[in-house]
């Protein structure tokens, strides 16, 4: 029984994925006919361990920094009639497909086979590219590893198998200090260095681009590139290096600021035969988004609908899309820049007036491809924005597309309510309300607000924590003389969920507390109201028994400071302002968010304790009363005179009484 498929791994001493790449092999040990080779560099035992594991077939290297050695020790000794190598920091996700290239003979019918390696940015995993990498191969006398970094199988040659399987791979996410990562670029490109002056190829320029580029020494990268561009025009084959440096050549250019340089490169890149279709498409894209920025609007549009042109031609051949690729520079990248591209086109036929050609470019983007389209929304606003003119035309644009993208959603109801289509416009916002990224939540309930649609599609799917950002976010945004109307437009869309309506309402009543010239009866009238909501919130979210702790480790601190903000509005009907100091300051630490309001409290209550104390018995306030009537009877009468003592008097007896004190202004006026 013949050995299909040799596996080769480089091990070091990085323990933290060796395995989790080994454990991702072993489906491919135990379904078809392989072995596994371990060229082993490093000096840790426990690794040596680990590897023992999985394999005997374990190769002592002494790391001498050369890759291609290192790889080659490996590939001496394979047996396999396939080869295929990885490192110890990737692991595979699936490898369903590559188990079947084997059973299922296909692998007779090629030479090569690339697949994926996705690499991250970002140690979430939030942010990555994919890039097709040449790791498996036909295992014929004549290949070996060359270069001593960033190493590669040669030949490579064709037919080529295109596999989607790819490799997770976090080897280019920041670790270390910046010194450490200076030094693995300087390790780097002094071998590279070395090897470009003992023979220097287009790969090796390709290479050394990389790692200028990567310590932002672009001058040195173009350099390098523009090098590697006339060494790769000797070569009879197009390799993938070359097609990279043909697409980064304008992007470092245009990183500089040389955009008219990047531009006049690229259309010159543009009419070299060697330039395929996937690095036109690139080239097309990049030249569109300058164009744009330098107000060359009639070029810009012209190379806007050539990567429509070549993009649709790829779509077509998906054979031929598959193969054109330049490591990172692939069918699947200049997809990508379909978005950045086409918002170009809307931007500069905007400027050119040209109604026609931007309502056909709306229809080329992406919609559904939500990550690719999110980062342009607030272009498509300042579309909006600075063209108030095309404003129907861009609407109705919008309205003919048919897609569930919640911003292109957002524009039909905007359509359907300036041209009062209502069904139609209710039936869009309930699209775009259930799916409704947390940008879109403000324009989500204005919408709202102004059409009073229900905002249950909206809450419904989103998370109390989510809604807690939104209503802090509005809450700062808006003014305060326009709370009280927002919040009676607000409350009967949101009948079916009291406590997100609750939380509205009480971000919006702190930032109401929050104005230090609030007059005090005024902020009194506002703690209260924000005091009973919360309360209602607590009394349905909490068991009685945990209400009745007020200070309750578990509660949340806004709970608590309402229970303390409680007893003060008590205790100052009883006119205990001593109390309601001490209490205050307890407070102002349980929620510092409330210490303006609580400052505001505590000044009121430290005038009130200075002030001497004015008891008005019962007696006097019927007595008081009595006297007013008669004083108002004074004034209709206009005795002046007599109506000026009574108010005196009756001052004393009611101290305070705001009626009595405008009546003795009026009676001011007559005798002065």
């Known amino acids: 029984m013949k050995l299909q498929l040799t596996i080769s791994l480089l091990v070091s001493d990085r323990k933290e994925t060796l395995k989790r790449c080994l454990d991702s092999i072993l489906p491919l040990l135990e379904e078809i ?12 035992p426990d690794i040596l361990e680990t590897v023992k594991q999985y394999t005997s077939h374990i190769i002592p290297f002494t790391w001498c920094n050369d890759f291609s050695k290192a790889r080659n020790a490996g590939l001496i000794e394979a047996k396999g009639e396939w080869f295929l190598y990885l490192d110890d920091d990737e692991w595979f996700e699936n490898v369903n497909e590559i188990i079947q290239f084997f059973k299922s003979g296909e692998y007779r019918e090629y030479r090569t086979a690339t697949y994926v390696q996705r690499n991250y940015d970002d140690w979430e995993g939030r942010s990555y590219n994919d890039a097709q990498v040449g790791r498996m191969c036909r295992l014929t006398p004549d290949i070996r590893f060359v270069s001593p970094i960033h190493e590669g199988l040669y030949p490579f040659d064709d037919p080529r198998k295109i596999l989607k399987s790819y490799v997770h791979h976090f080897g280019y996410v920041e670790n270390g200090s910046a010194s450490e990562g200076q ?15 003992e023979h220097p190829t287009a790969h090796i320029c390709m290479q050394l681009a990389q790692e200028y580029r990567y310590i932002n020494e672009e001058e040195t990268a173009i350099e390098y590139c523009r090098e590697g561009l006339k060494l790769a025009a000797k070569e009879e084959r197009i390799h993938i290096y070359e097609m990279w440096m043909q697409v980064h050549l304008p992007v470092m250019l245009s990183a500089l600021g040389r955009h008219e340089e990047a531009i006049k490169e690229g259309e010159q890149l543009l009419l070299s035969p060697r330039l395929l279709e996937v690095g036109q498409a690139h080239i097309h894209s990049i030249i569109a988004t300058l164009c744009w920025d330098l107000d060359e609007y009639q070029k810009g549009l012209r190379h806007v609908l050539s990567y429509r042109k070549v993009m649709k031609h790829l779509e077509k051949n998906p054979e031929k899309a598959e193969r054109q690729t330049g490591g990172s520079v692939t069918y699947t990248t200049a997809l990508q820049h379909a978005m950045a591209t086409y918002v170009a086109g809307l931007l500069i036929t905007a400027e050119l007036g040209d109604t026609r050609q931007f309502r056909e470019i709306l229809t080329w983007i992406p919609w559904d491809d939500e990550k690719q389209v999110q ?25 003919r597309l048919h897609t569930d993208n919640p911003y292109v959603n957002i524009q039909k109801v905007l359509y359907a309510e300036e041209n009062h289509m209502t069904a139609a416009g209710e039936q869009c916002f309930r699209i775009c309300a259930g799916n409704c990224p947390s940008e879109f939540m403000n324009q989500i309930v204005e919408l709202a607000r102004r059409n009073g649609y229900s905002l249950n599609p909206l809450l419904e799917q989103t998370s109390i924590e989510t809604w807690d950002a939104y209503t802090k976010s509005l809450s700062n945004r808006m003014e305060v003389s326009d709370i009280p109307a927002f919040l009676e437009d607000m409350r009967p869309l949101m009948n079916d969920y009291p406590i997100y309506a609750g939380r509205l309402e009480q971000s919006l009543l702190e930032k109401q507390l929050s104005q230090g010239m609030t007059e005090t009866s005024r902020l009194l009238e506002l703690l209260a109201d924000y005091c009973k909501s919360i309360h209602k919130e607590a009394k349905t979210l909490y068991r009685e028994e945990i209400l009745a702790i007020p200070d309750y480790y578990a509660l949340p601190s806004r709970y608590k400071f309402v229970f303390m903000a409680e007893k003060v509005l008590e205790l100052l009907e ?15 630490h349980t929620y510092p968010d409330m210490s303006v309001v609580i400052g505001c409290l505590s000044d009121y209550m430290e005038e009130k304790m200075k002030e001497p104390p004015k008891p008005v018995s019962e007696e006097f306030t019927i007595l008081g009363n009595q006297v007013k009537q008669v004083l108002l009877g004074l004034v209709a009468n206009e005795q002046w005179g007599e109506a000026y003592g009574v108010a005196d008097q009756l001052l004393a007896l009611l101290p305070g009484d705001l009626e009595v004190v405008k009546i003795k202004q009026e009676i001011m006026k007559h005798i002065s």
């Open 183 to 197: 030094k693995k670029v300087e390790r780097n490109t002094a071998l590279l260095r070395k090897s470009y002056d």
């Open 33 to 44: 006919n392989s072995e596994l080779i371990v060229v082993f560099t490093g000096k840790n």
């Open 375 to 399: 980062k342009h929304y607030s272009y498509l606003e300042q579309l909006k924005a600075t063209h108030p003119e095309l404003k129907d035309t861009i609407l109705e644009g919008y309205f």
């Open 574 to 588: 009883q006119g205990k302002y001593s109390d309601c100091i001490s209490l205050l300051r307890k407070a102002i």
